[in-house]
Nanobody, 125 residues
C-alpha cells in the first residue's frame, strides 16, 4: 500500500477557489473524496487513465479533476466554494479498478487501495 500526499488545502471565503494536488503515477483510476465532521466519506470526482472524468452532483460545474502526466500529479480545482464544501479532502488511487465511473456516496471508497492522509478545506460564509 502506497501513502499518497495531498497538498493545497486551506481556508477561503465562500465563492473563492482552491487547487488541491496529489503526486501519483501508474494508476488506472484516481479520485478525490471528502469527509465532513460527523459525516461519512463521500466521493467527489474521479478520473481514469484515459482522462475520462466523473463528478458528484453536488460539485459538478464547480470542481474539475485533472491529471498532469508530465508531473505525475492529480489535481482538484475547486471554484465557487460553499461552506458545505468544508471537509478533509483525500486523494485515492487504484491500479486494478477498470471502471472508474464515480459512484456517489461512501461505498466507492472501498475499491481504492492507496490513500493520502487528507488536507483540510474550510470555507467560511
Amino acid at each position: 500500500q502506497v501513502q499518497l500526499a495531498e497538498s493545497g488545502g486551506g481556508s477561503v471565503q465562500a465563492g473563492g477557489s482552491l487547487r488541491l494536488s496529489c503526486p501519483a503515477s501508474g494508476y488506472i483510476c484516481m479520485a478525490w473524496f471528502r469527509q465532513a465532521p460527523g459525516k461519512e466519506r463521500e466521493a467527489v470526482a474521479g478520473i481514469d487513465s484515459d482522462g475520462r472524468t466523473s463528478y458528484a452532483g453536488s460539485v459538478k460545474g464547480r470542481f474539475t479533476i485533472s491529471q498532469d502526466n508530465a508531473k505525475n500529479t492529480l489535481y482538484l480545482q475547486m471554484n465557487s466554494l460553499k461552506p458545505e464544501d468544508t471537509a478533509v479532502y483525500y486523494c485515492a488511487a487504484d491500479k486494478l479498478q477498470l471502471d472508474c465511473t464515480l459512484v456517489e456516496g461512501p461505498h466507492w471508497a472501498g475499491f481504492f487501495g492507496d490513500w493520502g492522509q487528507g488536507t483540510q478545506v474550510t470555507v467560511s460564509s
